[in-house]
T-cell receptor
Framework: DSGVTQTPKHLITATGQRVTLRCSPRSGDLSVYWYQQSLDQGLQFLIQYYNGEERAKGNILERFSAQQFPDLHSELNLSSLELGDSALYFC?????????????FGEGSRLTVL | QQQVKQSPQSLIVQKGGISIINCAYENTAFDYFPWYQQFPGKGPALLIAIRPDVSEKKEGRFTISFNKSAKQFSLHIMDSQPGDSATYFC????????????FGTGTRLQVTL
């Protein structure tokens, strides 16, 4: 158990809809990362937050947004969903002062867009 | 875009055999090379990592070999076991910039009896 909790585990929705994925990081971790995993593209970094502030942005679509709340949990919002958004979305957390760069991943949220 | 290229995409090894997964990177500034292991239905978990100041790191049956001049590194799993069946991801980053962790596309390993 990594200590990172993601909900929901599975989500099925229709094109054009909006969903919110939730992540609770490991106790004490200030950094939260969101990754998208699809079959053909591996793990793609979307966005990172540190202590409530956006720290880095990767290949995140404009239809997607995220935020980190004062209690350090994070939400990833996906809107105007398309078939191609179907993927596993992982949240990971880390200790910013940890020079090893180890990320602790949750078990993911599997999104299916029909 | 900085890339980490991983091969093979899938691998079948008999129990007791050696599993070898290779990765190549482009950015010579990378100084941290972890391998993550992912079981079905689970998130990736750090398996072993190496920095470029050493050419090899061993932890139990898992060994990373690193070739700085060739910009390549590989994971060797000795005496492979069915319990090792998982997807393995190599990655690379700059120390202290976990947000820049760039992953390979993954290798699905199946260890048969």
């Amino acid at each position: 158990d990594s200590g990172v909790t993601q909900t929901p585990k599975h989500l099925i929705t229709a094109t054009g809809q909006r969903v919110t994925l939730r992540c609770s990081p490991r106790s004490g971790d200030l950094s939260v990362y969101w990754y998208q995993q699809s079959l053909d593209q591996g793990l793609q970094f979307l966005i990172q937050y540190y202590n409530g502030e956006e720290r880095a942005k990767g290949n995140i679509l404009e239809r997607f947004s995220a935020q980190q709340f004062p209690d350090l949990h994070s939400e990833l919002n996906l809107s105007s969903l398309e078939l191609g958004d179907s993927a596993l979305y992982f949240c990971a957390s880390s200790s910013w002062t940890d020079s090893t760069g180890e990320l602790f991943f949750g078990e993911g949220s599997r999104l299916t867009v029909l | 875009q900085q890339q980490v290229k991983q091969s093979p995409q899938s691998l079948i090894v008999q129990k007791g055999g050696i599993s070898i997964i290779n990765c190549a990177y482009e950015n010579t500034a990378f100084d941290y090379f972890p391998w993550y292991q992912q079981f079905p239905g689970k998130g990736p978990a750090l398996l072993i990592a190496i920095r470029p100041d050493v050419s090899e790191k061993k932890e139990g049956r898992f060994t990373i070999s690193f070739n700085k001049s060739a910009k390549q590194f590989s994971l060797h799993i000795m005496d492979s076991q069915p319990g090792d069946s998982a997807t393995y991801f190599c990655a690379a980053s700059l120390t202290g910039t976990a947000s820049k962790l760039t992953f390979g596309t993954g290798t699905r390993l199946q260890v048969t009896l």
